[in-house]
């Protein structure tokens, strides 16, 4: 993951200065870290979680009863890790994305531009700002606990079930 990062990184500040004059590319250089944080984070979490792919993860009832005599499910599995994939990239956008936005601004540009004590401390509660609003945001718009209609799991948890809907822990 931090292999794929910085080829990443490397690659797109290479294509960067070959394409773009010196101070666009030195601009747009403060949104490189978007792109590397979200490939690291996705594919850490795959190589991690990649396993469920092949033995499922348990379904639950709404109480989070574990249905179907502990049987697994691969494809709760699929959208559990693909849904933890994305919300990783999503938590991104606020940590990355906004203080390069932020610190790009004229007033603060120019203001922090030739105080590199200031620079620092604006750079920092930024940056804290961002990630203490964006985990939650990231963590209410993509809950732990997801449902999936029945149907659309394998067939053998329909036979031990009559709910419609069930449950699983999508991990964070």
């Not at 070959?18 to 030195?26: F, G, I, N, Q, S």
């Not at 990649?50 to 005599?69: K, Y």
């Not at 531009?113 to 961002?130: D, F």
Request: include cysteine; hydrophobic fraction near 50%.
């Amino acid at each position: 993951a931090v292999s794929a990062s910085l080829l990443l990184t490397f690659g797109i500040i290479q294509a960067l200065n070959v394409y773009l004059d010196a101070d666009t590319a030195e601009l747009l250089t403060k949104f490189v870290a978007f792109p590397a944080s979200s490939v690291a984070a996705t594919l850490n979490c795959y190589m991690m979680r990649r396993n469920e792919l092949e033995t499922g993860i348990p379904i639950m009832d709404d109480h989070g009863e574990v249905l179907a005599s502990g049987l697994r499910s691969r494809a709760a599995a699929k959208r559990a890790v693909y849904s933890t994939l994305l919300s990783r990239a999503t938590l991104a956008i606020p940590c990355f994305l906004i203080p390069a936005v932020l610190t790009s601004t004229w007033p603060l540009y120019f203001y922090c531009s030739g105080h590199n004590a200031i620079s620092l401390y604006v750079s920092t509660l930024v940056g804290m700002l961002s990630f203490g609003l964006g985990l939650p945001a990231t963590i209410a718009i993509s809950p732990r606990v997801s449902s999936i209609d029945i149907l659309d799991l394998e067939p053998e948890f329909a036979e031990h079930t009559t709910l419609d809907v069930v449950y699983y822990n999508k991990g964070l």
